[in-house]
């Protein structure tokens, strides 16, 4: 077998900074092993992330243990989180494996933003690409879906989606890489181990290059991907305030265009998977239904009926009240980044942002949604009124409220990002140290494709 290290494109330029993902796994480790070793040719700084999902107990404990023993032996910087994957899943109404997958894309995004990442390197083999590929044409995949995992994105790469599971057993028994076998690979209730456990090799008694056969199938499904993509017209979309509009143009276009939108149109709400050909057709239809109807959709996510075309929202009602302890630090909610400064003076005030007196604000002040019961007492005003009456004020749509993000003590309303801020907390002459909070939409990007 050829030596897996000298015949794969690590695609890593002097000085970047590298995250792999490390679960223990023979191919995490692996992978781990392979850029230690390219560390120093290629002048890179590497940094290793284990994710203990918190669902086998002492188990994964034993795991995230060899992660760090294995990476420090290495002299790699290892940087573990702790995540409640059930508690996290039944909560939002997930499967496990969805849950623990958004979890732990979630901390490379933090990671990413925390340590100026540049890329994020995952160790998908040849076997998983397989599964993959099986797994999206069985849920009724359009040819994007039979693509499979790509090796290389904007981010994220996967250097060994063209190597073989037995190619990279034989690499770590060389190089004596420990590892550990999940046990839950054997619970064939998750649909991937189904595919790889029962399907697969049933596939392979006739079909012995299957997996072969369907990485050639995927990379021919994604020429196909590319060239059609690159006739979309995606200027009939329209992001703004955590909606995503799609034009009225897109519904006389063919079937094979206008789906492409609409898939567009939901990634740019964070959702890249279980979004599937049902869905897709359902929100088609919508286009022939008269103004003000809509479709609820997975994840959250609804859809409404315009006089000018498709807008979709995500429902932050089914969020459960979405919120944070607010710091003086940015952090992130929902689809917003939020950004917080400390000034002594401001010149002017600029158009989205919010500005607070820092001594007129109370200890137990959280950034979070609106809640049925807030009050605001705006700027100028004598009194409290109810939020929702400003809103109403305003004009802002009830659908869109939800996705509004204030900043609260208890019921009271101090700020509403994007828009205003409190009587309470305004800043004033003698103000000595000015809070300003501002936010921008972003999408999170958790995808395996």
Known sequence: MYNIAMNINLRIKKGENILVGVSGGADSMCL??????????????????????????????????????????????????????????????????????ILRYEVFDKLRREYAIDKLYLAHNKGDQAETVLMHIARGSSIAGASGMKEEGEFVCRPLLGVSREEILSYNKKNNVPYIIDSTNLDNSYSRNFIRNEVLPLLKVHYPNIEDSLSKFAKLCAQDEEFISKNVNFGLIFAKNNEVKVLEA???????????????????LGVFADFNGVHINSVMELFFSPSGCKLDLPWGLVCHRDYDGLTFVRNFERQEGASVKFALKSVRLLNWEVDVEIKNSVDHFEKGKVYLDKSKLPENVLLRTYRSGDKFKKLGAS?????????????????????????????????????????????????????VVSQKEVSGDYSLT
């Open 32 to 101: 781990l092993h392979i850029l230690t070793q390219a560390k120093e040719k290629l002048k890179f700084n590497l940094f290793v992330c284990h994710v203990n999902h918190s669902i086998r107990g002492e188990e994964a404990d034993r795991d995230q243990k060899l992660v760090e023993d294995f990476a420090k032996s290495l002299g790699a910087k290892c940087i573990t989180e702790k995540v409640d994957a059930i508690g996290f899943s039944k909560k939002r109404g997930l499967t496990l494996e969805e849950g623990a997958r």
């Open 250 to 268: 897109a519904k006389f276009l063919h079937p094979s265009l206008a789906s492409r939108l609409i898939k567009e149109a939901v990634k740019k």
């Open 383 to 435: 009194g409290s009124k109810k939020l929702c009456d400003y809103f109403t004020d305003k004009k802002i749509e009830k659908r869109k409220r939800n996705s509004i993000l204030v900043l609260a003590s208890g019921s009271e309303v101090l700020a509403v990002l994007g828009y205003d801020v409190s009587e309470l907390v305004k800043v004033e002459k003698t103000t000595k140290e000015i809070v």
